[in-house]
């Protein structure tokens, strides 16, 4: 299994940056993925192919990266996105990574 | 609109199998070329994608569940199954049928069910 490591929290102040890193255990290429859960709900998609917006998804949101090293950036901040932030690659069957809880300083 | 939908039983008994179903609207689960998956989220957040059934009905299992897991379908229904048997405790979590593509990512998901496996 690729295994994906995500930090476990975030805290950031309304109005910032806030940027996650994952890092795969072996080259992914581009098929990493980020998706948003808050409490209840299903995983929404943000990002695809590494840095690919999601429909409708607001421009706050971004992706980079290949390989085994990706970052997910939302800038600025707003009090709708805390939730918890998953990567999850494709390239060999499909795993996630633990999740990134982002939470408000 | 793609929407799915999942039903279940919400508790389950040890040993007993587990059955999920997956109701899909707004697409054919047999246009070429989706996959329809089963993932499932344990109490812990931890995401753990488990296998699916494919446009033209192929199937594919999370090797670490190959021995207990069956994905099935209906087409007349447009709905498909997960079945997972002899469950434990830590088979406690919410069961999530979702959509994807080739390399592509779970582009829309159920609201999911929680199931409990508990006497």
């Known amino acids: 299994d690729i295994v994906l490591t995500q930090s476990p929290a975030l805290a950031v102040s309304l109005g910032q940056r806030a940027t996650i890193s994952c890092r795969a255990s072996e080259s992914v290429r581009s098929s990493m993925h980020w998706y948003q859960q808050k409490s209840g709900q299903q995983p929404k998609l943000l990002i695809y192919?590494?840095?690919n917006l999601a429909s409708g998804v607001p421009a706050r949101f971004s992706g980079s990266g290949s390989g085994t090293d990706f970052t997910f950036t939302i800038d600025p901040v707003e009090a709708d996105d805390i939730a918890t932030y998953y990567c999850q690659q494709s390239r060999n069957d499909y795993t996630f990574g633990a999740g990134t809880k982002l939470e408000l300083k | 609109q793609v929407n799915l939908q999942e039903s279940g039983p919400g508790i389950v008994k040890p040993s007993q199998p587990l059955s999920v179903t997956c109701s899909v609207t707004?697409?054919?689960?047999?246009?070429?070329?989706?996959?329809w998956n089963w993932i499932r989220k344990f109490p812990g957040n931890k995401l753990e994608w488990m296998g699916y059934i494919s446009y033209d009905g192929s199937i594919y299992y999370n090797p670490s569940l190959k021995s207990r897991i069956s994905i099935t379908r209906d087409t007349s229904k447009n709905q498909f199954f997960l079945q997972l048997n002899t469950v434990t405790t830590e088979d406690t979590a919410v069961y999530y049928c979702?959509?994807?593509?080739?390399?592509?990512?779970?582009?829309?998901w159920g609201q999911g069910v929680m199931v409990t496996v508990s006497s």
């Open positions: 707004g697409y054919s689960i047999t246009t070429s070329y989706y996959y």
């Open positions: 192919g590494a840095s």
């Open positions: 979702a959509r994807h593509r080739g390399y592509n990512p779970f582009d829309y």
